[in-house]
């Protein structure tokens, strides 16, 4: 799960996927984790308004902390999700192959495929735009939840 700062959006999808993936199945062998294309906030806990609103769902994201995208996250993951099309310009420009390129998509399109919709910014917005990043997010885990149960990709 890849946005901007790894603060508000990726920390969110982390930690809907996460609880979806362990309320589905103890044996699923998952490794999902978030970071950001820009270092702006390595090492900071996600945004209060993400940590309250995940609180709200009964997700928790509050030991989370911030990291910078890498090239070596194309090796640890089978998938990428972006939040965003700037972020996927962005990772796609650290893609040192084919290979790479093929596990990046925005995470929209596993709800409406093909459509390249952003998934919002929620940080300079109010409360109700972390709840309706959650909402759309939450859609896209339990698409995501349903593939990772049927393939088994990490």
């Known amino acids: 799960m890849v946005c901007l700062g790894n603060i508000c959006r990726s920390p969110l999808a982390e930690g809907i996927l996460k609880k979806k993936i362990n309320s589905a199945s103890a044996e699923l062998n998952t490794q999902v984790e978030s970071a950001g294309t820009s270092s702006y906030h390595v090492g900071e806990g996600a945004d209060h308004r993400s940590v309250d609103i995940a609180r709200k769902h009964q997700v928790n ?72 990043v959650y909402q759309m997010l939450d859609e896209a885990c339990n698409i995501i939840t349903d593939e990772i149960k049927e393939n088994n990709i990490k």
């Open 61 to 132: 994201i509050g030991l989370h902390k911030s990291r910078q995208f890498v090239t070596a996250d194309f090796d640890r993951f089978d998938k990428i999700y972006a939040m965003d099309k700037s972020n996927y310009r962005n990772i796609m420009n650290r893609a040192r192959n084919e290979s790479d390129r093929s596990k990046v998509e925005m995470i929209l399109n596993v709800v409406e495929p093909g459509k390249d919709n952003d998934v919002p910014d929620p940080y300079y917005s109010g409360n109700n735009g972390f709840e309706y």
